[in-house]
């Protein structure tokens, strides 16, 4: 089973960065790893997700976020650029010996518990 404890969330004025990260625990295998985000009223979105290939993005923080993945120290990053007020969500980092598509949320093995991103 892998554990996942998610940081680096706050609170940042809209243009502004922060970088999340993700420290991954455990004997399970997480071959592929992602974001995803839950907004106010709102249903879980996928945001990113990295596995050996090239990393996918959802279109609404493409060319804004980078994902990335240390596997020497087990922790995913997402590093978050010129913030939009609609980018305030609980963020949640997410593992799967498999790569579910983005949008196939229950496929998702592992969940961390969250840390909360605000953009005002």
């Known amino acids: 089973h892998v554990q996942l404890v998610e940081s680096g969330g706050g609170s940042v004025q809209a243009g502004g960065s922060l970088r999340l990260s993700c420290v991954a625990s455990g004997s399970g295998n997480r071959h592929c790893m992602g974001w995803f985000r839950q907004g106010p009223g709102q249903q879980r979105e996928g945001v990113a997700r990295?596995?050996?290939?090239?990393?996918t993005y959802t279109d609404s923080v493409k060319g804004r976020f980078t994902i990335s993945k240390d596997n020497a120290e087990n922790t995913l990053y997402l590093q978050m650029n010129s913030l939009e007020v609609e980018d305030t969500a609980m963020y949640y980092c997410?593992?799967?010996?498999?790569?579910?598509?983005?949008?196939?949320?229950?496929?998702?093995?592992?969940w961390g518990q969250g840390t909360q991103v605000t953009v005002s």
């Open positions: 990295i596995a050996k290939t090239v990393p």
């Open positions: 997410a593992a799967d010996r498999n790569c579910p598509h983005l949008r196939n949320i229950g496929d998702w093995n592992s």
